[in-house]
């Protein structure tokens, strides 16, 4: 079974947790699953002038696959485009903390004979998210003034991967 779409698990709400008085044992995540993201730091770090900031327009959780597939693009344009001999840095900033939960159901001849349905439905550990507000910084780029349509272009690219639309806020160091 492959994953669920995002549209799954993007909505920011409260994440249910279960309090059991009577057997506290169930009240816990067993096993959280391991974050696909290699590297948050990206680059050689260095003294640049100016830094891109790639800010969330809303509140959302975004999977750790999505930001890690965000990381790749961003890395290849940004090796790929600039000009021999220039360097960049680029950091991905919220981390996946949130675990994901998932009841999986049973389907097919049978099913119904050993399925709890909504009965105990707390859900396996299927993946971590990161929940991100609006406004706040999801990945910055640090580069020099001449190569900073490059960096635009690096996240505009990646501003696909992600399961919210992004505004660019360009700073100076």
Same mark, same amino acid.
């Given at each position: 079974?492959g994953?669920?779409?995002g549209?799954?698990?993007?909505?920011?709400e409260?994440?249910?947790?279960?309090r059991?008085i009577?057997?506290?044992?169930?009240g816990?995540?067993?096993?959280?699953?391991?974050?696909?993201?290699?590297?948050f730091?990206?680059g050689?770090?260095?003294?640049?002038d100016?830094?891109?900031?790639?800010n969330?327009?809303?509140?959302?959780?975004?999977?750790?696959?999505?930001?890690?597939s965000?990381?790749?693009?961003m890395?290849?344009i940004?090796e790929?485009?600039?000009?021999?001999g220039?360097t960049?840095f680029?950091?991905i900033? @919220?981390? @996946?903390?949130?675990?994901?939960?998932?009841?999986?159901?049973?389907?097919?001849?049978?099913?119904?004979?050993?399925?709890?349905g909504m009965r105990?439905?707390?859900?396996k550990?299927?993946?971590?998210a990161?929940?991100v507000?609006?406004?706040?910084c999801?990945?910055?780029?640090?580069v020099?003034k001449?190569?900073?349509?490059?960096?635009?272009?690096?996240?505009?690219k990646?501003?696909?991967?992600?399961?919210? @639309?992004?505004?660019l806020?360009?700073?100076?160091?």
């Amino acid at each position: 079974m492959g994953l669920r779409p995002g549209r799954c698990y993007r909505k920011f709400e409260r994440p249910y947790t279960r309090r059991s008085i009577r057997v506290p044992k169930k009240g816990y995540v067993k096993g959280v699953p391991a974050s696909k993201i290699t590297q948050f730091e990206a680059g050689t770090k260095g003294n640049y002038d100016s830094i891109i900031c790639m800010n969330s327009k809303r509140s959302v959780q975004i999977r750790h696959n999505s930001l890690e597939s965000a990381r790749i693009v961003m890395v290849q344009i940004m090796e790929k485009k600039l000009p021999k001999g220039a360097t960049f840095f680029m950091k991905i900033r @919220p981390f @996946p903390h949130h675990v994901l939960r998932e009841n999986a159901l049973a389907t097919g001849a049978g099913a119904d004979r050993f399925q709890t349905g909504m009965r105990q439905s707390f859900g396996k550990p299927v993946g971590t998210a990161a929940r991100v507000r609006a406004g706040q910084c999801i990945a910055e780029i640090h580069v020099l003034k001449q190569n900073i349509q490059i960096a635009k272009l690096a996240f505009k690219k990646a501003s696909y991967k992600l399961p919210t @639309p992004v505004k660019l806020e360009i700073g100076t160091l």
